[in-house]
């Protein structure tokens, strides 16, 4: 599995949270239960206590995910 961690967020056009990685590729971090969990995206405090925090990276592993 390729992780990375993220060193950064920036909003979409629709005020969705994308995590920048470490890679150079990004992932869309909704909290949208029940299928991703992710409410310290909602508030300030809980994103940057999440800088250095690794996630999977579909690009990296050679998938083509749309959403990201």
């Known amino acids: 599995m390729s992780e990375r961690r993220i060193v950064g967020y920036r909003q979409d056009l ?7 990685l470490e890679c150079g590729h990004s992932q869309h971090v909704r909290h ?3 299928w991703q ?9 809980g ?3 999440h800088i250095g925090t ?3 990276c579909r690009h ?5 995910p749309g959403d990201s």
Do not use: M
């Open 14 to 20: 629709k005020g969705e949270w994308i995590a920048e």
């Open 32 to 34: 949208n239960p029940p």
């Open 37 to 45: 969990v992710y409410p310290w995206v909602l508030h300030g405090e």
């Open 47 to 49: 994103r940057s206590a």
């Open 54 to 56: 690794p996630l999977y």
């Open 60 to 64: 990296c592993e050679g998938e083509r």
